[in-house]
């Protein structure tokens, strides 16, 4: 069955900690995303990847950055965590040109204390 | 990626055919409509999509009008597993995809 697979499905950090949230995809996808989804506000993408080391900022990037060194593999980054980055966070990915739509991972729940 | 318009909330009966419209009536020529759904506390998942034609698959059928300003989501027979916010989108799936509030569907028994 393929999926994606992110790391922490829930993640408690401290403000000021530098965050490593991890996507792993088993279906040789080109193109990977980072989306964080709070009440009210549906989903918002932060960055997405066509190719590996490739990134381009999505319509939220400030306070994130990310990093994709491998194809299977798409890391968010929160260089110094924040309360307000407390968040349910949700990668996906998908083929280029593709007959079918994103495959997203369960999510991981993040709170900054 | 073209805005798209979507009841909030709507409610229909288990077993019964539920029908979802979405409107898009900016979308440009190269743009899909994406269909997808999001039960509580899971990731969003694939439904369907299509470009002008009317698709099936096993999960529901996708409507499209002629001049591809709407169209609707049909689940044919419902049931409570049904229950999930579904997104209607229009873009390309090679590009970023905007989601919005999407409509809550609430399937009763």
Known sequence: DVKVTQ???YLVKRTGEKVFLE?????DHENMFWYRQDPGLGLRLIYFSYDVKMKEKGDIPEGYSVSREKKERF???????STNQTSMYLCASS??????GYTFGSGTRLTVV | DAKTTQPTSMDCAEGRAANLPCNHSTISGNEYVYWYR??????PQYIIHGLKNNE??????????EDRKSSTLILPHATLRDT?????IAGSNDYKLSFGAGTTVTVRA
């Open chain 1, 95 to 100: 083929s280029s040109g593709g007959r079918v």
């Open chain 2, 56 to 65: 099936t698959n096993e999960m529901a059928s996708l409507i499209i009008t």
């Open chain 2, 84 to 88: 999930a916010v579904y997104y209607c």
């Open chain 1, 75 to 81: 890391s968010l980054i929160l260089e110094s965590a």
């Open chain 1, 23 to 27: 996507c792993v995809q088993d279906m």
């Open chain 2, 38 to 43: 999001q039960i509580h506390s899971q990731g």
């Open chain 1, 7 to 9: 790391s922490s499905r």
